[in-house]
């Protein structure tokens, strides 16, 4: 595909549950992020990552979130344990260097 | 403490008016970047700029930076109903060859009315 995607799309989970949310960025693109959106707000960052490396993570709100990249490819955000505070748009983009972010169309997590 | 400000950060406004969106940033850089969210949508890129005295124009939409003055603004000339959305700048606080953690202004939710 021409553009960032992300599966599921949308996730219903209950409280205490793991969930792994998938990034598949754009062919070639080095950098790749993660962020969560409230609704009304901006994105929030979460981590980054070039390549397979990632350079930062001081986004992740606590342990129970994780993120790997380890073909420098797709990505996942794991978020053991879910709380429903946990629920929100996860949005992930990606981006060749020195250039503009280019992001998915996000999965809505809803925690019960 | 690291700051990125819209301002307004709502306007409604007729078509074919014209107006200008701010966008303060506190720390030193020379890389922003503006983006519009349609409602339930993704964020889509529309300008980057990456000096001082950068000037972008797309269509009905013209941005600018002034890393002096640490102020970027997006001018809506003629606006149509079509430009109604969320508009967001991001600044990159570090410049040089970093391209992460960007820091979000809160957005400016643009209404044109018929």
Not at chain 1, 42 to 63: C, H, I, R, V, W
Not at chain 2, 60 to 66: Q, V
Request: charged share 20%; net charge positive.
């Amino acid at each position: 595909g021409a553009g960032v995607s992300q599966s599921p799309r949308y996730k219903v989970t209950k409280r205490g549950q793991d969930v792994a949310l998938r990034c598949d960025p754009i062919s070639g693109h080095v950098s790749l992020y993660w962020y969560r959106q409230a609704l009304g707000q901006g994105p929030e960052f979460l981590t980054y990552f070039n390549y397979e490396a990632q350079q930062d993570k001081s986004g992740l709100p606590n342990d129970r979130f994780s993120a790997e990249r380890p073909e420098g490819s797709i990505s996942t955000l794991t978020i053991q344990r879910t709380e429903q505070r946990d629920s929100a748009m996860y949005r992930c983009a990606s981006s060749p260097s020195f250039s503009a972010q280019y992001f998915g169309p996000g999965t809505r997590l809803l925690v019960l | 403490e690291l700051k990125v400000e819209q301002n307004p950060l709502f306007l409604s406004m007729q078509e074919g008016k014209n107006y200008t969106i701010y966008c303060n940033y506190s720390t030193t850089s020379d890389r922003l970047y503006w983006y519009r969210q349609d409602p339930g949508k993704s964020l889509e890129s529309l300008f980057v700029l990456l000096s001082n005295g950068a000037v972008k124009q797309e269509g009905r939409l013209m941005a600018s930076l002034d890393t002096k003055a640490r102020l970027s603004t997006l001018h809506i000339t003629a606006a149509v109903h079509d430009l109604s959305a969320t508009y967001f700048c991001a600044v990159d606080p570090k410049g040089g060859d970093s391209n992460y953690q960007l820091i979000w202004g809160a957005g400016t939710k643009l209404i044109i009315k018929p």
